[in-house]
């Protein structure tokens, strides 16, 4: 299991991330991440709504209720213009921190 | 027998119960249930423990209830963020058990321009009340035989101390300023709050001195009516 501070600092960009590939709804953002690392990123499903409210508040993304084929209202998230800048951002730093591990990790091994 | 909407409708009660009282977050969470419980039921899960999973891995209303409350734009929220606005603080950071990833740092020169663009209203109102309000408030006391307010005394002392000794505080207080941009590495932590304090401090002191006047012109100006005499 990965600790919670890291999960708690890669929920945004996780978020970000994962909306730059379209508009999505929180199940399928939880789901997703949870299938693209193997069960191993585990969020309290519930806390994932309180940072897309506040990311929205922010203005990073928009929402909009629309209903599904089952007829189910579904409140889908996008991406905003800040929410692009704060992606990319993000992904600069966490390459940086990636890099930077992965650089020492290999020098141990040399 | 386990009835699944029945358990829903308690599950939306506690959450209800916990404070979750707007309608957008409750029917979020309620969607999530639904939809997970289904899933977890089309993989041969009975009901009763496709809920109850579920319902764990939602959380408790009163853990969630803070988070929502943070992150929605509550009467106490806009306060506080209308408070740090004032005090020079214009986003300040609210940390979530999911997030914790911006840091609330804003550079150097972005908390000096806003320090000093918050300043200078203040520093420009109170030159004009010493130039043009003071001298006649004088003259207003002297006609009407009041005295002149303590308060106003003190900070018209102050100012005229800053005004004679301007270069004897100013070339401290940027030598310190340089030396701790310089050296210190816990400084842009509390640089911000610092400025912020001040600034709001500043302000405050100011827009009270002349509400102080105003009220003192009023009451003392008065006196010099005819049926008071």
Redesign the interface.
């Known amino acids: 299991m990965i600790r919670?501070?890291l999960?708690?600092?890669?929920?945004?960009?996780m978020i970000l991330s994962l909306l730059a590939k379209g508009e999505s709804y929180?199940?399928a953002i939880?789901q997703e991440v949870k299938a693209r690392s193997d069960g191993k990123l585990n969020?309290?499903?519930?806390?994932?709504?309180?940072?897309l409210?506040?990311m929205e508040?922010r203005g990073l993304i928009k929402s909009r209720w629309t209903e599904s084929e089952t007829g189910?209202?579904?409140?889908y998230y996008s991406l905003k213009k800040d929410g692009k800048t704060a992606m990319a951002k993000?992904q600069e730093q966490w390459s940086l921190v990636h890099s930077v591990l992965a650089g020492l990790k290999k020098e141990q091994y040399v | 027998m386990f009835d699944l909407e029945q358990s829903i409708a308690d599950w939306r009660k506690q959450m209800l119960a916990a404070g979750i009282k707007t309608p957008?977050?409750l029917?979020?969470?309620e969607?999530?249930l639904?939809?997970?419980v289904e899933e977890r039921m089309r993989s041969g899960v009975t009901a009763q423990q496709a809920f109850e999973t579920?319902v764990r891995?939602?959380?408790r209303g009163d853990?969630?209830q803070p988070?929502?409350a943070?992150?929605?734009?509550t009467i106490y929220e806009r306060m506080k963020k209308l408070f740090c606005a004032f005090a020079g603080i214009p986003n300040y950071q609210?940390a979530?058990?999911?997030?914790?990833?911006?840091s609330n740092l804003e550079p150097g020169w972005a908390t000096y321009l806003k320090s000093a663009a918050l300043i200078f209203p203040a520093i420009f109102v109170w030159v004009g009340c010493c130039v043009w309000v003071v001298p006649k408030l004088k003259e207003i006391c002297v006609v009407s035989g009041t005295r002149f307010p303590e308060p106003i005394w003190t900070a018209l002392a102050l100012s005229e101390f800053c005004k004679n000794h301007f270069f004897l505080g100013a070339i401290p207080l940027l030598a310190a300023l340089i030396l701790l941009e310089w050296r210190s590495r816990r400084w842009p932590r509390y640089r911000r709050l610092v400025f912020g304090i001040a600034a709001f401090s500043f302000n405050f002191i100011a827009l009270v001195l002349i509400t102080t006047m105003m009220v003192f012109a009023v009451v003392a100006g008065a006196n010099l009516l005819p049926h008071a005499k």
């Open positions: 919670k501070e999960v708690a600092a890669s929920a945004e960009p929180g199940y939880i969020w309290t499903d519930g806390m994932l709504y309180p940072v409210h506040r508040h189910r209202k579904r409140k993000h | 957008v977050p029917e979020e969470l969607n999530h639904r939809e997970d579920t891995q939602i959380g853990m969630l988070e929502f943070r992150a929605g734009e609210l979530t058990n999911m997030n914790t990833s911006n």
